[in-house]
């Protein structure tokens, strides 16, 4: 049995893949970026897309474009609403707003909000970034949480590691769940660091995931120079490691920085024996991670590496394709999330009509 979900904020398609894949449906999606659209109506051909702001979006407008689909008939809201003003580099951009002071967050999750109340589905999701847990971002926690419960929500929520859900990237944000039948649980992990106390398998690696495309037929690293006037120390730097392996507190006999004096990520290089870091929305050529070969990586690797199909279609030049990969949730730990989800639901359906 399908069940039926609206996404909003869709980018091209990472957390709807994986909930498309666990028994999901999208009826409509929605984003305001034209290239994350073309994406999406690529790799979705069957499913209407709405290209604009969500907050202009309402139940009659959503029914319109679902060709008809009534609110009463969604089981899943799913979407995560534009990340910068919870992320961790609002700690250091003291000039810009954090949380709902900013414009853009304050729209994005209100706008949120407002089609939950419309559509009131069966459940929700909201995926963002970890800092949003943060007590800085308590506000917007309660205006999530409490409009929720008003309209008759459970609430469970989670940061979760993509990297022990199988994922070969250690990346961590954070869900909010809501049901209005019974309380839902998150999937349990499936993978665990190396050397921790756990009878699961590893960490998948970043080698694992993305070794097999760095072969003598596509050796070609122009357009993927790393490191600009620091190639030559990137070189130096050990798979695993950053530009802090250059100061003094690390033992470099020849210091050149000090000690975080840069953004942590700065000529981040990846090992091959590690699961990567978080892919960033923005490609740089000195802000890994970058290939433990000295350059940046290339989209084939950042979709390997965020569990993204190899032929996965995405619209306009390099940088367009990093930022829409960049911004997507992992689709193999969404489509764990959608299971757990789909098996509530399911179970639920059936208890109620018990009753």
Aim: one cysteine or more; hydrophobic letters at 35%.
């Amino acid at each position: 049995m399908k069940l039926k979900a609206v996404s909003l904020y869709s980018g091209c398609g990472g957390l709807d893949l994986g909930m498309h894949e666990a028994g999901f449906d999208a009826v409509v999606a929605s984003d305001l970026d034209p290239y994350c659209a073309k994406s999406y109506e690529r790799n979705f051909p069957r499913v209407p897309f709405i290209c604009g702001d969500a907050a202009d979006l309402d139940g009659k407008s959503l029914a319109k474009a679902s060709e008809g689909a009534t609110t009463e008939s969604i089981d899943l809201l799913v979407g995560g609403p534009p990340c910068p003003p919870f992320s961790k580099s609002r700690f250091y951009r003291k000039d810009k707003p954090r949380a709902l002071e900013d414009a853009v967050g304050d729209r994005t999750i209100r706008a949120y909000l407002t089609v939950l109340e419309a559509v009131r589905p069966r459940a929700f999701l909201l995926e963002n970034v970890a800092g949003l847990a943060y007590k800085v971002h308590q506000s917007a926690l309660e205006l999530i949480f409490q409009t929720a419960r008003n309209l008759g929500y459970s609430i469970n929520s989670e940061v979760l590691n993509s990297a022990d859900y199988g994922v070969p990237q250690m990346r961590q944000r954070f869900f909010v769940v809501g049901t209005l039948d019974g309380e839902f649980e998150f999937p349990s992990p499936t993978h665990a660091k190396p050397g921790s106390d756990s009878d699961l398998p590893a960490w998948v690696t970043a080698g694992e995931a993305i070794g097999d495309l760095d072969t003598e037929e596509n050796a070609d690293d122009s357009g993927h120079f790393a490191g600009g006037k620091h190639h030559e120390l990137l070189k130096q730097i050990p798979p695993g490691d950053n530009y802090l392996y250059f100061t003094e507190k690390r033992g470099h006999p020849d210091p050149i920085f000090k000690w975080r004096s840069r953004y942590w990520s700065f000529l981040l290089k990846l090992s091959p024996d590690l699961p990567s870091w978080t892919i960033q929305a923005r490609r740089s050529n000195n802000m890994g991670p970058l290939h433990w070969r000295n350059r940046i990586l290339r989209i084939e690797e950042v979709k390997r590496l965020q569990t993204f199909p190899d032929d996965w279609y995405l619209e306009g030049n390099v940088e367009r394709q990093w930022r829409q990969i960049g911004n997507a949730v992992p689709p193999h730990l969404a489509r764990q999330l959608g299971v757990s989800l789909a098996d509530h639901l399911l179970a639920t359906r059936f208890e109620r009509r018990a009753a």
